[in-house]
């Protein structure tokens, strides 16, 4: 051997599993006459190369890695030469020891994958599996590391003679990707594109299933199929998700900028949250009653794109992808009732009944359920509304290494999460833990996030209020229970993802929250700082006439803003159709079954209640969303609020809506004048305690026009505003809080 000759071993950490890594080395190596190997461990990557031109290898390992690829660490170390070892071998996976890597998230289909689906000489013209290295499902299919196809939902699919040489083959992109097929031995769908797409054309509902679960579709400009879905599957007035072939057949209905362009196209292939187009093409009005925005996502399985190719009249190569398409479908989640998304087979024909017309299923399973991602940009950058497929289980950065939590979240809007040195990995959305179905849900993803992670919780940490059943849960596992107030949490959660480490001040303003000493919170003003968190102000309190039921009628919250107006007489005159409005007049004056609350959420409420925007709201968060929608430019009332000690009131600002010309005025003022209100009851406190940021949370932070309004008021007054980003800002992000809080209490 020549005095340059080096042996190295090279511990590879970070998402490096299921990505072309272990091809990438080998062809590394190969390229520039290395020997060794290379191995797959619960570690990460493992190799071991000889020769002289090891520093050029470790440069490239990293400078040309595989695009869905994401290293933490490369680790070398100098080992004994090996003089008799010939060539580079990709060993079989070592499958002892502690996990510490990753699998992927799930990508769309890369332009080499669709080039061949879309040639009809190509073996795999038209195959609804299609994929290879850089593309395709990953974390949904995958049951343990380390990543390998036994240990997937393809192990039951042996390759045929063509597969199994491209499996083997160093040159071809297809060299050990696990869920390689084509179709002589992959994965058969029970219904081809032409019959799907007719149904589709014919009004019908069809069921489809895709990487994390089942999807409902329909055609979109079909008002009667539509107005069935959104009955059938009991939707209330939430808006249902587009799917168009392309960015340009998005634009006919949305607008959109570079960087939401980015999102759309990005290979996580989110739901994005755009403006709509006034003089876009008709769609059925059941879309999104009464919303200025249309949530809107590209094809990302190859069956979708097969869909779209035959609506186009299946033309060659994929030049066709480039320009507008008309059809344009909803597909929405297959969860009837808030139920967790059908997976099975058997189980979509049992609980889709009667409300697909046509189930379209296929023989691989899907091992992990995950909703699709939702996200919106929000003040210059993405945010996300839900987490879930194309991003899960992507792992969250820490400021440092902590206990091996696990946190359960809250009630609404579910996630869990679980921590492994510096990362926080938060879990796909789970829903609402309302039913056995999704309690089960949660049971299932804490079992499956914890096994493929490797990790053994020290402790378990939850919301404050001890009748959620996450609470419950958390106290069932026997670990030691931390339990992390609700807007402590949602501040937390904003300090984690942002690796602040220190004392921040934060609001957290939502909709519910049980508070210290049992009050029911939701406009806080808190100092955080570790596992501690001091109430230094809160929005003054409003009854909530009925209890939790005022949060779908905001005409009962108008009705207890005008006895604190003052103005209790106009309740009947006002909201007298609603039949129990003097019923819930007594019950405010009275004190009986109305208990106070400090909510951001319910103000908002309350104004959409006067505005007479929405008097009656289908689901959480409706009213409010349907206010914003009516904002083109915030507009403040000047001295429209009153700032008693740490109590921020907001009854002059509603008194000041009963005067607007129309609701759209009345939502310019409340949303300008809200966040002027905020910035003058909050810049006092940092500027006494020396802070220069501030951390914005809660689920009113996913009302753009606040956020975007508030965040400049503070960048404005010097001062940094974090807002979410990486976990929602409603109680989607809870969990990570929980556990980020937490970790300082062990």
């Known amino acids: 051997m020549g005095d340059d000759m080096v042996r190295l071993r090279i511990r590879v950490r970070g998402r490096v599993q299921g990505v072309g890594f272990r091809p990438h080395v080998h062809g590394l190596a190969r390229r520039l006459g290395l020997t060794g190997w290379v191995l797959n461990d619960p570690q990460g990557v493992l190799i071991e190369v000889q020769g002289i ?3 050029a290898f470790l440069a490239a390992l990293t400078g040309e890695a595989p695009p869905l690829a994401r290293i933490d660490a490369v680790e070398p170390e100098a080992v004994d030469a090996d003089p008799a070892e010939v060539g580079f071998a990709i060993r079989h996976s070592e499958a002892t020891g502690a996990v510490a890597t990753g699998i992927g998230p799930d990508a769309t289909v890369c332009p080499a994958c669709l080039a061949e689906l879309f040639d009809p000489a190509d073996r795999r013209y ?59 031995c992959g994965p058969r769908l029970s219904h081809p594109p032409e019959i799907i797409l007719a149904a589709l054309r014919g009004g019908l509902i069809v069921a489809i299933k895709g990487l994390g679960g089942f999807h409902l579709a329909c055609d979109a400009t079909r008002a009667d199929a539509v107005e069935r879905l ?5 939707r209330n007035g939430k808006p249902f998700a587009l799917m168009v072939a392309n960015t340009p057949s998005a634009e006919r209905h949305v607008r959109i900028d570079e960087d939401e362009r980015a999102l759309l196209e990005g290979v996580a292939r989110p739901i994005v949250l755009l403006r709509r187009r006034p003089d876009g093409p008709a769609l059925a009005p059941d879309i999104a009653p009464g919303l200025a925005w249309l949530g809107v996502m590209l094809p990302y399985t190859p069956l979708h794109y097969l869909l779209f190719h035959e609506a186009a009249g299946r033309p060659d190569a994929t030049g066709w992808l480039g320009v507008p398409q008309e059809l344009t479908l909803v597909m929405t989640s297959a969860n009837p009732g808030g139920e967790p998304l059908a997976i099975g087979n058997a189980e979509a024909r049992q609980r889709l009944a009667g409300i697909a017309d046509l189930i379209v299923d296929h023989d691989r399973d899907i091992v992990v359920r995950a909703d699709d991602s939702v996200v919106r940009k929000l003040g210059g950058a993405p945010a996300f509304l839900r987490r879930g497929r194309g991003h899960v289980p992507e792992p969250i950065r820490l400021a440092r290494p902590v206990p091996p939590i696990l946190a359960v979240g809250g009630h609404l809007k579910a996630t869990i999460c679980v921590t492994r040195g510096d990362e926080a990995f938060l879990s796909q959305h789970l829903g609402d833990l309302d039913n056995a179905s999704t ?27 001890p009748d959620f059943h996450s609470t419950r849960f958390a106290e069932r596992t026997g670990l030691p229970a931390v339990p992390v107030q609700h807007h402590h949490a949602h501040v937390a959660a904003v300090m984690a993802e942002h690796r602040v480490d220190g004392p921040a001040l934060g609001l957290a303003l939502d909709g519910f929250g049980l508070g210290e000493g049992g009050g029911s919170w939701g406009g806080e003003m808190l100092l955080v700082e570790g596992a501690l968190a001091e109430r230094l102000g809160h929005l003054a309190p409003l009854a909530q006439p009925g209890g939790d039921v005022a949060a779908r009628q905001p005409w009962r919250m108008a009705a207890a803003a005008l006895v604190r107006m003052g103005r209790a007489e106009e309740i009947v005159p006002r909201f007298g159709g609603h039949g129990p409005a003097e019923g819930v007049r007594r019950m405010i004056e009275r004190g009986i079954n109305a208990p106070l609350t400090s909510s951001c959420g319910r103000w908002f409420d309350a104004a959409c209640g006067l505005l007479g925007i929405r008097s009656l709201a289908g689901f959480e968060g409706e009213a409010p969303m349907a206010l914003e929608s009516l904002v083109r430019r915030p507009q403040v009332a000047a001295g429209a609020w009153r700032i008693d000690g740490t109590q921020l009131d907001l009854t002059p600002l509603l008194e000041r809506l009963l005067s607007a010309r129309d609701a759209s005025e009345g939502a310019e003022l409340f949303h300008g004048t809200l966040a002027a209100a905020l910035l003058d009851w909050t810049l006092p406190q940092l500027r006494a305690r020396g802070l220069r940021r501030v951390v914005l949370s809660g689920g009113c932070m996913m009302n753009a026009v606040l956020a975007e309004t508030l965040a400049a008021g503070f960048q404005d007054a010097g001062i940094d505003a974090l807002l979410p980003r990486l976990a929602p800002a409603n109680d989607g992000g809870l969990s990570l809080g929980q556990a980020w809080a937490a970790s300082f209490a062990l």
């Open 439 to 465: 309690l089960g849900f949660l049971e299932e993803t804490v079992e499956h996030l914890l096994h493929v992670l490797g990790v053994a919780p020290a402790a378990v940490a939850h919301d404050l209020h």
């Open 126 to 184: 038209r195959y609804a599996f299609l994929n290879c290295t850089h593309c395709g499902p990953r974390y949904t299919i995958t049951r343990r590391l380390p990543y390998d196809r036994p240990q997937t939902a393809m192990a039951g699919f042996p390759l045929c003679p063509d597969c199994r040489a491209e499996y083997e083959d160093p040159a071809d992109r297809r060299f050990h990707a696990q869920p390689v097929a084509c179709p002589a």
């Open 53 to 55: 031109a090891t520093t």
């Open 230 to 234: 959104r009955r059938v599957k009991q």
